[in-house]
């Protein structure tokens, strides 16, 4: 089997993911398709790693895997803290960060 | 030994002006003018040892170099601290100790009165340090540096009084005169340097012949441009306008510095660099003919003058303008030979003037003057020695130093021959405006000042004002001090006098035409690749023929004075009213003030306020501060602008980069 079938699901993941984050407004739903995305990211990589036939991809992905839970510890502890300011859980309204 | 003694002469005058100015609190001030003179008499005691050590030498290795150390040494550049002791340069040693020693002792009386008797001494001993390094340098470098400190000397000395306005601008005037010269002798020097490769004078010389053709572009250029180092040093025109006015400091200084020594160094100058100038006989013409040309214009603008100091300076630039013609026509001994008997009358002119000065409480107008002669028996002989000298009336010194330059001119041919009439028509006015000077202030009825005086009391004024403009002042320091020295009253006033009288009557015997030849004998080492100075040697006949000319046109001058100031004194009114645009024309010094006003302070004037408000306001502010600053405030607005804190739109920016970035790689990949 190519490993043409496999890219293209990790395409259409990652697609899926970046056109949530960019029309969804909820931080919570917005981490999700981060998740998406850098999973569609990972399954490209093991997929390129099956069909190398070495193990490099492999390791890549479980490093990616590492840096997703870093990333959803401290995103999910940014929305509890939103939450807890009673701040609204929306980032369109969440933009006083700016220039 | 010969080294010793060069370092010597600078170190007395340097040690004495630092400890004159160390010690300003801690001693005395009556022992800092002795200071000064006693370092001043060592600098001449060292001198004369020079002197001995040098004649002791062969003929041919009279020029000595003395390296002090390696100041910069790189590529192409020798710079050393070196000073040249040949006879050229102890001859300048010997002229500017000797007249300086004297001109302190007179000094030490003079300024007693002045609260800036300390400060004075200090500036003057500074001074002499500056002129003996200029005179001794063995290099360019040195020679510029030393052209720079007399220059700051003068300025220093000039605005001594430093809280009149007259003074201080005239200083001012003087500095930025003498800083074009300055520009100038830098420039010329580069010019030279482009060739020969060395800033030493005696290898300079030596690679002229190889360095150079005749009249080459270059080296006539910076021969013209060492010229205009002169011409502003030595007052010549059109750069002389700053002398007149440098009368406005201590008597003492014009003497020394305005007349004596410092205004000498332009002759100096070309007589060191004599091998450029025959190897670039135009510029040579060029010294000569703006002597020329300075001569007659002071010598003229002289019969005007009634500022009793002016009338002295105008006759100074005039009698320089024969020595910058003889020593640019290769007459160098005899131009030399003048420049050291005029060190002497014209310093004794100046100190018999600061005497009647003096004696009028501070007064230099010759109109309000008269009379003097019973009063100041003394200041008067001295005065009037001077002048028989500077009229060139035998056998004073002045006959036969100017004479000889105008032999030469007669003896070199050609235009010099145009040269030396015109410079007789100068011996002539010379000899009737400083007669019409001495016949003024002394002869005729005695004004109040001077019938007190011969009863025994010195003019004293209640209100001491600026004798140029009248404002009022009072006598602490920054203005004169209270009190006025006349030499018939001041022993070291007298001594200082009586040696410059002495000189000034019998210097002449150094160098009588074919009886002794001194001056030109012992300066013939210096000279000894010039093929000229051998060679300008005029016939005895001739010699004394121009020795009689000289004389009767001096003692033609002298009666003519007589007849006009003394005998028919109702001429000079009648002849001004009869030339009265001659009198207003020369009145006003030729218009050259004026004219330098318009051609070059106003078009200057003009380009500062257009830079300052044109230029710097529209360009420098509005172009290039505020072009700047506004493109950078735009670009920052535009950087600013994106960052909106609208999280979606980041990622959408992220997104539409990323895809962009794939895109491209996809087609590139094609």
Redesign the interface.
């Known amino acids: 089997m190519s490993v043409t079938w496999y890219l293209l699901v990790s395409a259409l993941v990652f697609c899926i993911g970046?056109g949530g984050?960019?029309?969804r407004?909820s931080p919570l739903v917005?981490l999700l398709c981060l998740e998406l995305m850098l999973n569609a990211a990972n399954l490209a990589l093991v997929a390129f790693a099956r069909a190398h036939g070495n193990q490099d991809g492999q390791v890549f992905a479980v490093i990616v895997m590492v840096v997703a839970a870093c990333e959803v510890a401290v995103g999910l502890g940014l929305i509890v803290a939103i939450y807890r300011r009673k701040l609204p859980v929306d980032?369109?309204e969440?933009?006083?960060?700016?220039? | 030994m010969i080294d010793t003694y060069a370092w010597l002469i600078l170190a007395f005058p340097l040690a004495g002006a630092i400890t004159i100015g160390l010690t300003w609190r801690a001693l005395p001030w009556r022992v800092h003018g002795l200071i000064g003179t006693a370092a001043i008499a060592a600098a001449f005691a060292s001198s004369v040892l020079a002197l001995l050590e040098l004649q002791a030498l062969p003929h041919d290795e009279r020029q000595v170099l003395v390296v002090g150390w390696d100041y910069a040494k790189s590529v192409g550049v020798d710079a050393q601290m070196s000073l040249l002791l040949d006879p050229l340069s102890i001859f300048m040693c010997l002229v500017v100790t000797g007249v300086s020693t004297l001109i302190h002792l007179y000094s030490t009386a003079y300024m007693a009165s002045d609260r800036g008797y300390t400060r004075f001494f200090a500036y003057l001993n500074f001074f002499v340090f500056s002129m003996l390094l200029l005179v001794l340098a063995g290099n360019f470098l040195l020679l510029i540096v030393g052209w720079a400190f007399v220059g700051a000397a003068s300025y220093l000395l000039i605005s001594f009084w430093y809280r009149r306005e007259t003074a201080t601008r005239a200083g001012i005037k003087a500095f930025v005169i003498n800083v074009v010269g300055d520009v100038g002798l830098v420039l010329g020097t580069y010019f030279i340097f482009k060739h020969v490769g060395t800033l030493d004078f005696l290898k300079t010389f030596e690679r002229v012949d190889e360095a150079f053709t005749t009249n080459q572009a270059d080296l006539v250029a910076g021969c013209i441009l060492i010229l205009v180092g002169a011409f502003a040093k030595s007052a010549q025109v059109p750069f002389h306008t700053w002398l007149p006015d440098a009368m406005e400091g201590p008597t003492p200084v014009s003497a020394l510095i305005h007349a004596a020594t410092m205004v000498t160094a332009g002759v100096y100058l070309i007589a060191r660099m004599h091998p450029l100038f025959e190897h670039a006989p135009i510029a040579a013409d060029v010294g000569a003919i703006v002597g020329v040309v300075t001569l007659l214009v002071a010598a003229t603008i002289a019969m005007v003058v009634t500022d009793l100091k002016r009338v002295i300076a105008y006759s100074t630039m005039s009698q320089i303008g024969y020595m910058i013609m003889g020593v640019s026509s290769a007459a160098y001994a005899a131009g030399l030979f003048h420049l050291l008997t005029h060190a002497f009358f014209k310093a004794l002119l100046f100190m018999a003037a600061g005497s009647v000065i003096a004696a009028m409480a501070g007064m230099q107008n010759l109109d309000k003057m008269g009379g003097f002669r019973k009063a100041m028996p003394f200041t008067y002989g001295c005065m009037v020695v001077g002048g028989l000298a500077l009229a060139g009336v035998p056998p004073f010194s002045g006959l036969f130093s100017k004479d000889e330059i105008i032999t030469l001119q007669f003896e070199r041919g050609g235009y010099h021959a145009v040269l030396g009439v015109l410079a007789y028509v100068g011996s002539f006015l010379t000899a009737v405006y400083t007669f019409r000077m001495i016949f003024r202030a002394f002869h005729n009825e005695p004004v109040p000042e001077a019938a007190e005086l011969e009863e025994g009391h010195l003019a004293h004024h209640e209100t001491p004002s600026n004798p140029a403009t009248g404002e009022e002042e009072d006598s602490e320091v920054g203005f004169p001090g209270p009190d006025h020295h006349i030499a018939e009253r001041e022993a070291p006033m007298k001594i200082a006098m009586g040696v410059l009288a002495v000189g000034a009557i019998g210097l002449g015997v150094l160098q009588i035409p074919h009886v002794t030849s001194v001056i030109h004998t012992f300066l013939e080492p210096a000279f000894a690749e010039s093929e000229l100075y051998e060679e300008l040697e005029p016939t005895a006949s001739a010699e004394w023929i121009g020795l009689l000319v000289g004389a009767l046109i001096g003692i033609a001058g002298v009666a003519l004075a007589y007849r006009l100031w003394v005998q028919d004194r109702e001429a000079p009114a009648r002849i001004r009213a009869k030339l009265a645009g001659l009198h207003r024309f020369l009145s006003a010094k030729w218009y050259f003030d004026e004219g330098i006003d318009t051609v070059i302070v106003r078009p200057f004037a003009w380009f500062g306020r257009f830079g300052r408000n044109t230029f710097e306001r529209l360009i420098v502010n509005g172009l290039i501060m505020g072009g700047t600053s506004a493109a950078v405030r735009g670009g920052s607005a535009a950087v600013r602008a994106i960052q909106s804190g609208f999280l979606r739109a980041y990622a959408a920016l992220l997104v539409l980069g990323l895809a962009g970035l794939v895109l491209y790689f996809l087609i590139a990949a094609r």
């Not at chain 1, 969440?94 to 220039?99: F, H, I, K, S, V």
């Open positions: 970046a984050i960019l029309v407004r917005i980032v369109d969440l933009r006083e960060l700016q220039g």
